[in-house]
Every structure is written in structure tokens, then in C-alpha cells.
């Protein structure tokens, strides 16, 4: 076991954490433990971005990944990001909020 393995293990004893979420948290551990600290400060940052749901790139006007939900919108058009479900465009993508940010008004980038 590596140092960062035993200190996954003892912290998480300390704390009474059980399987599965014990094994799933020292499976993890034990991959990071394996890459240099640059990689592994890169790969916590993917991680973060990808389990909250968040996307790694700026989202864009392509048509794949945007979702038609007019049905829900009554008359207006409206589309949901297939990448950031918090993302919603009233113009296919052209521009885009998020329901997070208030409404704050973005403009995608070109896809």
C-alpha cells in the first residue's frame, strides 16, 4: 500500500465509513496513488467538474447537444444542454442561462 492509501484507509476507519463506499473511495485512492502530483491535482480537478455535472469545455451551438423541450414551454421554443443540464436556451443554443446563475445570459461558442 502506498502512503496516500494508508492515509485513505486510517481516515476513513476514523470516521466509520463502510462498503461499498469504503472500497469505491479506497479503489479511487489507490488510482490517484499511482500518478505523479501534477496528474493527480489534474485528475481531482476533472473529477470534481465531471461528478458535479459540470462540462470540461465551453458549451456550443451544436444541435446534438441540445434537447427540445418546447413541449414543457407552452408556445415558446426551449432547449435544455445535453452537457450541462442547468444550461437552457430559448435559441437553439445560440445563446443560453442557467437556472444557477440567475438567468445570467451566455453566448456559446461556435460548434
Known amino acids: 500500500m502506498t502512503a496516500l492509501g494508508d492515509h485513505a484507509i486510517a481516515e476513513l476507519d476514523l470516521i466509520g465509513v463502510v462498503d461499498p463506499v469504503r472500497a469505491a473511495t479506497i479503489n479511487i485512492v489507490g488510482t490517484l496513488a499511482d500518478l505523479t502530483v501534477a496528474e493527480r491535482n489534474t485528475v481531482n480537478g476533472y473529477v470534481a467538474t465531471l461528478a458535479a ?19 414543457t414551454s407552452g408556445d415558446r421554443a426551449l432547449w435544455q444542454s ?30
Open 53 to 71: 455535472f459540470k462540462t470540461l469545455s465551453p458549451l456550443t451551438n451544436d444541435p446534438d447537444y441540445w434537447i427540445d423541450r418546447s413541449a
Open 82 to 111: 445535453s452537457r450541462d443540464p442547468d444550461a437552457w436556451s430559448w435559441d437553439h443554443g445560440e445563446t443560453y442561462f442557467r437556472l444557477s446563475e440567475n438567468g445570467q445570459l451566455h453566448t456559446s461558442d461556435p460548434a
